[in-house]
């Protein structure tokens, strides 16, 4: 669960979340992330003349695809018309909490320096976690530089509880503290948020590299070992022009995969999320199509480890499973066992005692309108769970909720139950515009005295991608949510659509964030069930898909953000790298792709 964010300018920082280190520090499972060595500044330094590398010097780029390595190609000036050319290979250790950067001197194309030159780093370092911000003044001032401890070849710094240990081949460590106050966050300020936080350096770092020579840094939390595969073998493949999407894809999602003790479960996005329940399971719909069903059947178990009564955790925080505020986590859950294929008893014993506590009703008020047979969901117990103080409580019946409901019913064999709530939905949800997306009951009424709400939302696909209804109408009901890559929240005209996804959280981001903002992972449903429907060929299909490639290509390469701005231009906003926006996209692609 250790992470990298690191900007394509070098010494750039625009987030609390950039960081060469941040630590996973519990070494069983994932849980809040240390942020440990934040960046490293450079400048060259030749007969006087001072230059810092930076995004200003920058000639290449190249991302490792599979999140091992990133590489930054600068040719620098050095005085007097030369120039002087570097690689900067920032990689992260194989299953371990350590990062390493290696500075190589390679050869400029024109007025080469031939002699030796100087480079000087300055490692910025915190530790705090990544939630959070370092503020000198609250005590950091007098702690950091005491904590600091000199070595020969780097430095340990220990300030709370473990450490983490610099170690330099090829240069020099000079022992030199100094802070750098008021580094912007602009990203956070963007989000209502704390805008800018305090770095600290414990010294420098000096190597005199002639052509060909290379120096080393590697930073370790509590005694890690860095390994790593060779980057050589690899950089040529990374360099590569284009990659084909499904391999692309299919790289990406190994890199939310991580342990939890013998067993897996998903990173539901970096820089910021852990590991929650129901984007675990939309996730492994794409794991299960791309082959990974052994890995698929170790987080099922899991999570099942931890059912009571009906009910699974939606959030996993290191070892406690305490927040079960979800009514779709567990169906799809029973989802991710069908598509399985699995026919193991403690798993479907699993299903049927969440079907079974449905009926009954669970300890925090999921249950079973026994008039219509549909499922009622509390408030903020969907994906669209947001509060403030209800700005989607869809509290009552949600449309995918009964989607998957009667999926789960047919797949456990309880065909006369899912009938009766397939003519329920028939019945009480098809309008104008397809299928209402819910039928409130703020008081718990039943489904046929809720009061049927008048949003348009993408919610309704899955009635057809689950297999539920063959229904052209919510094809066309849901093509106006569609922008390239995404689906809206909420259709435009709506009075409660908001656009834009920027400033304070509650008052402006919370009321957003599933109003009119727009999501990339049910954006493949849509042209899943254009297909299906008959509505265009697969090859078709596929095209519509293909928009999302523009989201691969920018933001967080290589990857999917998790959401984007309702308006125009559709600016990428939130988690910058989102597991099931992947996942989802890999699932759809495969299944449009199969013949």
């Given at each position: 669960g250790?992470?990298?964010?690191?900007?394509?300018?070098?010494?750039?920082?625009?987030?609390?979340?950039?960081?060469f280190l941040a630590a996973n520090p519990n070494p069983t499972c994932p849980s809040d992330r240390i942020n440990l060595w934040t960046r490293t500044r450079c400048w060259l330094q030749r007969e006087g003349y001072t230059r810092e590398v930076d995004a200003k010097c920058l000639t290449k780029f190249t991302a490792d695809p599979t999140g091992r390595f990133a590489r930054w190609d600068f040719t620098v000036p050095c005085g007097m018309g030369g120039e002087c050319a570097f690689s900067f290979i920032l990689s992260l250790s194989t299953k371990s909490n350590a990062a390493q950067l290696k500075v190589t001197r390679t050869t400029a194309k024109d007025f080469e320096i031939g002699d030796s030159v100087r480079l000087v780093f300055r490692p910025d370092v915190e530790w705090r976690s990544f939630h959070a911000t370092t503020k000198a003044y609250a005590g950091a001032e007098g702690l950091f530089p005491s904590a600091v401890k000199p070595r020969d070849d780097g430095f340990v710094f220990a300030p709370y509880d473990g450490q983490l240990c610099m170690k330099i081949s090829g240069g020099m460590y000079h022992h030199e503290p100094e802070w750098r106050y008021g580094v912007q966050h602009s990203e956070e300020a963007a989000r209502g948020q704390e805008g800018a936080g305090d770095l600290f350096s414990p010294g420098w770092i000096s190597a005199d590299l002639k052509i060909g020579d290379s120096v080393v840094m590697t930073a370790a939390y509590n005694g890690a070992e860095f390994a790593c595969e060779p980057i050589d073998s690899t950089l040529k493949a990374a360099e590569e022009r284009t990659k084909p999407l499904a391999s692309a894809l299919r790289a990406a999602m190994d890199l939310f995969i991580v342990r939890r003790d013998d067993l897996k479960t998903v990173i539901a996005g970096y820089p910021w999320f852990l590991d929650w329940g129901r984007d675990t399971f939309i996730f492994m719909r794409g794991m299960i199509a791309a082959g990974m069903k052994e890995y698929s059947l170790k987080i099922l178990k899991a999570f099942a480890a931890f059912e009571e009564n009906g009910t699974l955790p939606n959030i996993i925080y290191g070892n406690t499973a305490g927040n079960r505020d979800t009514t779709d986590a567990q169906l799809w859950f029973i989802r991710c066992v069908e598509e399985l294929g699995t026919k193991d008893k403690a798993l479907l014993k699993v299903c049927n005692s969440i079907v079974n506590n449905y009926i009954k009703g669970?300890?925090?008020?999921?249950?079973?309108?026994?008039?219509?047979?549909?499922?009622?969901?509390?408030?903020?117990?969907?994906?669209?769970?947001?509060?403030?103080?209800?700005?989607?409580?869809?509290?009552?019946?949600?449309?995918?909720i009964q989607a998957l409901w009667i999926s789960a019913l047919k797949f456990l064999g309880r065909n006369e139950a899912a009938a009766k709530a397939l003519d329920s939905v028939k019945k009480?949800?098809?309008?104008?515009?397809?299928?209402?997306?819910?039928?409130?009951?703020?008081?718990?009424?039943?489904?046929?005295?809720a009061v049927p709400e008048d949003t348009i939302r993408p919610n309704q696909l899955f009635l057809i991608t689950l297999g539920v209804l063959d229904d052209p109408a919510i094809v066309k009901a849901t093509?106006?949510?569609?922008?390239?890559?995404?689906?809206?929240?909420?259709?435009?005209?709506?009075?409660?659509?908001?656009?834009?996804?920027?400033?304070?959280?509650?008052?402006?981001?919370?009321?957003?964030?599933?109003?009119?903002?727009?999501?990339?992972?049910?954006?493949?449903?849509?042209?899943?069930?254009?297909?299906?429907?008959?509505?265009?060929?697969?090859?078709?299909?596929?095209?519509?898909?293909?928009?999302?490639?523009?989201?691969?290509?920018?933001?967080?390469?290589?990857?999917?953000?998790?959401i984007a701005d309702g308006d125009a231009p559709h600016t990428q906003k939130g988690c910058t790298a989102q597991a099931w926006s992947v996942s989802e996209l890999l699932r759809v692609w495969l299944k449009l792709s199969a013949n």
């Open positions: 250790a992470a990298s964010q690191v900007r394509l300018g070098w010494g750039e920082i625009f987030s609390q979340y950039d960081a669970t300890p925090n008020g999921i249950r079973v309108d026994a008039e219509s047979g549909l499922v009622f969901s509390p408030s903020h117990f969907t994906w669209m769970d947001t509060n403030y103080p209800a700005c989607t409580p869809r509290v009552g019946y949600p449309i995918e009480l949800f098809k309008w104008e515009f397809g299928y209402r997306d819910c039928l409130a009951a703020p008081n718990g009424e039943s489904a046929a005295n093509e106006e949510l569609l922008v390239p890559g995404g689906i809206r929240s909420l259709n435009q005209l709506h009075r409660d659509y908001r656009g834009n996804y920027a400033g304070d959280e509650d008052t402006s981001r919370k009321p957003a964030y599933h109003n009119g903002t727009v999501w990339a992972w049910p954006f493949p449903s849509y042209a899943e069930a254009l297909a299906m429907t008959g509505g265009v060929s697969k090859d078709v299909a596929l095209s519509l898909l293909a928009s999302a490639v523009e989201n691969l290509n920018e933001g967080c390469i290589a990857h999917i953000s998790e």
